[in-house]
T-cell receptor, first 117, second 113 residues
Framework: GAGVSQSPSNKVTEKGKDVELRCDPI?????LYWYRQSLGQGLEFLIY????????KSGLPSDRFSAERTGGSVSTLTIQRTQQEDSAVYLC???????????????FGAGSRLTVL | DQQVKQNSPSLSVQEGRISILNCDYT??????FLWYKKYPAEGPTFLIS?????DKNEDGRFTVFLNKSAKHLSLHIVPSQPGDSAVYFC????????????FGEGTQLTVNP
């Protein structure tokens, strides 16, 4: 597609429920990233996929968080047993990846706003 | 630890004047720096970048300056326009982080007509 698509745009859930957030990156982009922005905070790195390499999961805040990227394209971020502190905007981004400086230019989606009651 | 810091949460300037947004970093392995702009309810959009081999990069009204010895970069917008009102994020990457970006906390710029 022309841009990075994320769904749902808004999700309200009850504490303890599981949620799935979807990201459809730009066609041809080999790298995919998940970040989150809590209220009044900067962008916090969560996880990074690059091609067929093992993902960099170093930013996941707990084992309740997991992400998959199927077929090198669409990614799903899953949060199990949601807590109120998980409330944030979850942003997906993609890039060409590789080692050139242009690989660092990430294109972001509009985000999925998660509210845990 | 916050490796990229934007110490000013907000900045207000008059239309037509210069806006200067600042960013400091601690990781000496960072070698590529970017500025992103974010409007409410939208994702951040890329604005301008600079490699560590340069100390200045200019694109229209936007100029980024890099001072490697001070581990400091700044974004200058001149002349500022009301449409520039947004949150500006500084970001950095380096060899050890691949293309993963580390972001600052952001600065809310308000340009008053």
């Amino acid at each position: 597609g022309a841009g990075v698509s994320q769904s749902p745009s808004n999700k309200v859930t009850e504490k303890g429920k599981d949620v799935e957030l979807r990201c459809d990156p730009i066609s041809g982009h080999t790298a995919l990233y998940w970040y989150r922005q809590s209220l009044g905070q900067g962008l916090e790195f969560l996880i990074y996929f690059q091609g067929n390499s093992a993902p960099d999961k170093s930013g996941l805040p707990s084992d309740r968080f997991s992400a998959e990227r199927t077929g090198g394209s669409v990614s799903t971020l899953t949060i199990q047993r949601t807590q109120q502190e998980d409330s944030a905007v979850y942003l997906c981004a993609s890039s060409f990846g590789g080692t050139s400086s242009g690989a660092n230019v990430l294109t972001f989606g509009a985000g999925s706003r998660l509210t845990v009651l | 630890d916050q490796q990229v810091k934007q110490n000013s949460p907000s900045l207000s300037v008059q239309e037509g004047r210069i806006s200067i947004l600042n960013c400091d970093y601690t990781n000496s392995m960072f070698d590529y720096f970017l500025w992103y702009k974010k409007y409410p309810a939208e994702g951040p959009t890329f604005l301008i970048s600079i490699s560590s081999i340069k100390d200045k990069n200019e694109d229209g009204r936007f100029t980024v300056f890099l001072n490697k010895s001070a581990k400091h970069l700044s974004l200058h917008i001149v002349p500022s326009q009301p449409g520039d009102s947004a949150v500006y994020f500084c970001a950095a990457s380096g060899e050890t982080s691949g293309s993963r970006l580390t972001f600052g906390e952001g600065t809310q710029l308000t340009v008053n007509p």
